[in-house]
């Protein structure tokens, strides 16, 4: 069993910077590829970044691409993703999640573990 926990969400202006980290609570999070999903009012869960198992690949959804970065640090078994350039539409719960497979998937429904969300609000 795997738990999640999520910190760094916040409020921010649009154009601003803010670091999501996903504490996991297991050593054996090493083995699992990580991904963050979000969530708007009355939309669907969609991806937003993932990373394999080892760090070394990474995916992007094309609205966050060139903005978003996620990275992970196993010994401290942690996942982050770094946000710049925040726009309005960026404002939804962000959820991170942990997946045993070793590649990243874009699917919700191929992650494992879910964390409890944290908010991230941009205004205009």
């Known amino acids: 069993q795997v738990q999640l926990v999520e910190s760094g969400g916040g409020w921010v202006q649009a154009g601003g910077s803010l670091r999501l980290s996903c504490a996991a609570s297991?050593?054996?999070?090493?083995?699992?590829?990580m991904g963050w999903f979000r969530q708007a009012p009355g939309k669907e869960r969609t991806f937003v970044a993932g990373?394999?198992?080892?760090?070394?690949?990474?995916s992007y959804a094309d609205s966050v691409k060139g903005r978003f970065t996620i990275s992970r640090d196993n010994a401290k078994n942690t996942m982050y993703l770094q946000m710049n350039s925040l726009k309005p539409e960026d404002t939804a719960v962000y959820y991170c999640a942990a997946d045993r497979s070793l590649g990243i998937s874009r699917d919700a429904s191929a992650y494992d573990y879910w964390g409890q969300g944290t908010q991230v609000t941009v205004s205009s």
């Open positions: 297991l050593r054996t999070s090493g083995n699992y590829a």
């Open positions: 990373v394999n198992w080892t760090g070394s690949g990474t």
